[in-house]
């Protein structure tokens, strides 16, 4: 590196600066290091060990010799010498060895920074472990681990299965993808057009993995930071902008939706002061990038109305209503349609809003499903009999999982019985 490129090292980081330099690093390094050498090498198994091993080696030196001036620069040459020693080792093809050599930095070439093609290398990442040859569980799973750098007993908890399990099925999901050919890169044409929903499918449920009430927020927040990077390595594709806006209006709540006690507040009991609205206004800027109504772009508007509302009187629950109707015109679903009669109740009275419950609930999708009865309680509440809303909130809240939720309906239901 030219001396005019080189800045001093921190010398002695004290233990807990540099374990924190280490994680912070880690959020960025790690996912570029995977990407980068799995394109090299092909082998995920040697690109994760050797990213873990590099966050190792930092953890022991730094402390005695000093964060760094490039930290991920410095994961990535110590990853990289670790797979071309085990490659070197195995006695590997002469070409990977040669293109691992080219991953040398020279002092003409600096570590690549984000924005070269290093982080295309996560792009392909992303679109390898959203291939739909892969079960839905499987591309989560592989995108908190290869893309994300979530540890594999964080993915067993998120997915309720032993690590031992969830260790079986990352190690079968790579191996799929390998004996099946899967390529690595970003499909173009028609074949971008068909995946890219899938990647975005992914993205969306490992936000809603993490902000549901009892989710991990960690996994919501990478979910944020992934369709960041998404959004800027494609700009010119409409739903990726949808789907930034959606779920930066969902997180700008996230410090609002709980009291001091850490009950859950409905989103017109929150203190909409405490929302973030620095994301709002990035979400704003990203759905005005949207020129195509696809399903996430009418469910950013959605969030949309919401996020702007000065109060919770000023939604304006008429464009809500007809945000849904297009919504379910394009995504049927049991779900939409039971959103859709809450918005029509709020717009056109809570009797509009019963009769669409009625009929979201004709095909039996909903059977079951707590939020239902949620609904057709507080719709009941509006219309004035007390009573038997309480009693449906009590029934919701015998059907659901969360602790945090059941202890919300059933404070609804003592309101009322009051």
Known sequence: MPESQRRP?????????????????????????????????????????????????????????????NPGGWLMTVARNRALDVLRRATVERRKLHDLALLTPSDAQPEPEVGEDVVDDRLRLIFTCCHPALAMEARVALTLRAVCGVPTADIARLLLVTESTMTRRLTRARTRIAQAGIPYRVPAGPALTERLPGVLAVLYLLFTRGYVADGEPAFADEAVRLARLLDRLMPEQSEVAALLALVLFQHSRRDARRDAAGNLLTLERQDRSLWDHAAVAEGLEALHRVRHDGPYAWQARIAACHATSASADDTDWPAIARAYDALADIRPSPVIALNRAVAHGYAHGPAVGLVLLDAARAGGGLDGYPLAVAVEADLVARQGDRRRAAGLFREAAAMVGSTAERRALLDRAAELAR
């Not at 690093?25 to 050498?37: C, D, F, K, N, S």
């Open 9 to 69: 090292r921190r010398r002695g980081a004290p233990v807990g600066a540099a374990a924190e330099a280490v994680a912070a690093a880690g959020v960025e390094a790690y996912p570029r290091i995977v990407a980068t050498l799995i394109r090299v090498t092909g082998d995920w198994a040697l690109a994760e060990d050797c990213a873990q091993e590099a966050l190792a080696v930092a953890l022991e030196r730094w402390p005695a010799d000093g964060v760094p001036a």
